[in-house]
Each structure stands twice: as C-alpha cells, then as structure tokens.
C-alpha cells in the first residue's frame, strides 16, 4: 500500500492519475490490446476527426494501425470502414456479470482487458475500502473454473491505470454475480493497491478455491480511471510445495485407519529439489506433498504398520513415493519406491505404480509423503493411506 503521507493527502497519485484518465488511454494502441471499435485508432472511445487523421496520415501504405480491412495497404476500404464507424464506441463485450468472458481452466493464463467505455455494473463492498471510496468503477468481468484445490493468484501488474481487483464465489443459490444481497455471489477478497507490482497503483489478490468451482473476477478502476492491461491468473495446487503440504490424519482406535484421496499432478509445478529420493528418475520433478500426523490412540497400542499406496484404480501414471521424516530443510528418507511387484499396482501390464510399507517410529508420528511421476510423468492419482495399530 501507500505511505501514510499519500494517505493523509487522499493519494496524490490516484487523483492525478484519475484527472489523467482521458489521456491515459490514448496511448493504449502500444500496449497491444484492442480497446473498442477497430476503428477507434486512438483508442479515445470515439471514432473522430482525430482517428480519420491517423488513417490518412497512413494513407497508401501498410500501416498496420490504420489497415482496418487487412490486406496490407491503407486505402479507401479503410477509409469507408472508419466513416461508417463514426461516432461513439460501443462498451467492452465483458462489460456486465452476466456477459462475464468465461476462461478456459489453465494452470496459468494472461487475459488482456480493456475498461474504456465500461460501466459500473457491480455492488460497492466494503472489503474494497480504501481512500474513502469502496466501489471499483468501469469494471469489466471473468468466470474461471478452478481445475483444483488450492490458490489462485490474480493480478493487473502491468496495466497503465490505477485498477481494482475483487474475486467472488458462489452465493447460496449458486449465483456468480454479486447483487449486494445474501443471495448473490460472495466476495472472497479486494485490492486497490499492491507492493508485488512495480507500479504500487496495479492490484493483486490471492484466494482459496477448490476444485471445479467457478470463481468471478471484476477489474476496474479507481474513482473512475480506465485503462488496458493483462489479467494474470495463476493456479498454485495445493501441495505443490511442502510448505502447503496436504494434510492427513490417521487415528487408530481399534478398527484401523484409512484415508484416500484422488487428484491430479497435471497442474503441479517441477520441484525446487530436483527428485530428492533414492529411488525416482532423473526428471522425477512433477509432485506433491502430504503430511501424515498419525495415532495409536487406545491404551498401550502400539503403531504396527503405516503404508501407502498408488496401486489403486484411479491412479494412471508412472509414479514413485517417498516417505520422510524430520521437518521442512532437513528431511530423512525413510522408504522410496517405484515400480512395486504386484497385480494391482500394473497399468497397461506394467508395475507403474507404487507402494511403500513401514513399521512407525512410534504410536505416534508425523511423516512427510511425496508422490511424484517417474521421468516427469503427469496424470491422475488415487493414493490410499493405511495406519494399523496392536489391539
């Protein structure tokens, strides 16, 4: 955020940039993204004497700005596209909630946008608060479908105004537009300003999601401002890091215990610590982590076995498990394996799949799991956690 001083005088910045608002998006055409109407050739929101200049400024060669048509020469096609285009440009076609742009589900994506000519569609919220004002103006909107568990990061860093950025979810009746009620989508989080941009007017916010839920994301400005930039989104599986590792819990209480869990590696990212077991492949980088905290819990029981195992239907991928001890930067293996020599672990008649068995270090025991594909391999896995204890 701001220093108090920029605080106290309401953000010098923001009223210069909000004053500037006009100019500012005369100079979007640099940055790539097509504001409003093509023919709109100095993205003012209005087809214009100024515009016709540009076009004849051009006239007779391959200026790519004013060769509206196309076909490699500025010429009087063009020329007739602009004069029937005169006049007011239209709003960006993600202007409201309901024609939010739906992206694809991706690991990671970069959406340019684009808010000339935008209205404010959505409710102010007090979570936007800030510099007396809770609303983002001239906004423009995105649907996005979580392809699972974990973070999502979104972001304007780079955009040449001073933006706004919120993120909803679901309501109760499963609207995804905000209505400003109990029944309408819920706002997760907003920011105005953020220090992870170099410029500190951009915005960024990082949310919870879970998997296959759709989340809406409405950016817009400051008291006004509007502007072009790319909407960064990024997708951090949970897991994808040992430092978010996903927790199991195994209570024994006389009848064993046992948890699966299902998911994918496809979205995770390659291991800061390059295959860091004894028994993978050289390129055995895409995994995750589970943290197993385990209990013998009745009088006197003692831990007999703790295993875990891909060897499961769900799971279609060459994968390895290690197991470890100790805590985050200092780790011990305490069991790796590959290929394990058993029917249930073969896919496509191969022993692809793993399996690892050990005797707990004590009733009561915390294990670091790592699941991994061999050679890089990706896909989806149904992993089985298993804790048996003495009666």
């Not at 608060?129 to 392809?147: E, H, L, M, R, Y």
């Not at 568990?149 to 905000?178: E, K, Q, W």
């Not at 948890?259 to 492949?281: L, M, Q």
């Not at 004590?362 to 956690?385: C, H, M, Q, T």
Request: charged share 15%; glycine share 10%; with cysteine.
């Amino acid at each position: 955020m701001l220093s108090a001083h920029h605080r106290a005088s309401l953000s010098a910045s923001h009223l210069l940039l909000t004053a500037l608002s006009v100019s500012v998006v005369t100079n979007l055409a640099s940055a790539g993204v097509s504001c409003s109407c093509p023919a709109d050739l100095d993205l003012s929101g209005t087809v214009d004497a100024s515009d016709l200049a540009i076009l004849l400024g051009g006239w007779g060669t391959g200026a790519t700005e004013s060769d509206l048509n196309g076909n490699g020469v500025v010429e009087a096609a063009d020329l007739s596209i602009l004069l029937g285009a005169w006049g007011t440009c239209g709003a960006p076609a993600n202007d409201t909630c309901s024609g939010a742009t739906v992206l694809p589900s991706l690991y990671s994506q970069d959406v340019p946008f684009c808010t000339l000519n935008a209205a404010t569609d959505g409710p102010a919220n007090p979570l936007c608060d800030s510099f007396g004002s809770d609303q983002i103006t001239n906004d423009v909107w995105f649907k996005v479908a979580a392809p699972t568990d974990g973070l999502m990061r979104v972001s304007t860093c780079g955009a040449n105004f001073d933006t706004r950025l919120a993120v909803y979810r679901s309501g109760i009746f499963g609207a995804t537009c905000p209505t400003g009620s109990v029944t309408g989508a819920v706002m997760l989080a907003c920011n105005d300003d953020t220090s992870s941009c170099v410029e500190t007017l951009n915005s960024e916010v990082l949310v919870a999601v879970g998997a296959d839920a759709t989340y809406t994301i409405r950016t817009g400005g400051y008291s006004g401002a509007v502007g072009s930039g790319s909407l960064s989104i990024d997708f951090i599986q949970q897991g994808d890091f040992i430092e978010d590792a996903i927790p199991i819990y195994l209570t024994d209480q006389g009848r064993g215990a046992t948890e699966i869990r299902v998911g994918t590696t496809i979205y995770a990212t390659a291991s800061a610590n390059p295959d860091p077991n004894s028994c993978g492949g050289v390129n055995d980088t895409k995994d995750l982590w589970f943290l197993v905290d385990m209990a013998c819990v009745q009088g006197g029981a003692q831990a007999v076995e703790f295993s875990v195992s891909t060897c499961m239907p769900g799971t279609n991928m060459d994968t390895t498990l290690t197991v470890y001890s100790g805590s985050i930067g200092n780790l011990t293996e305490v069991a790796c394996n590959d290929d394990f020599v058993m029917r249930s672990c073969q896919l496509g008649g191969l022993n692809w799949k793993s399996f690892i068995s050990i005797v707990p270090q004590s009733p009561f025991a915390i294990y670091w799991v790592r699941l991994a594909g061999y050679n890089g391999a990706v896909g989806d896995y149904e992993v089985k956690f298993d804790l048996v204890c003495t009666n």
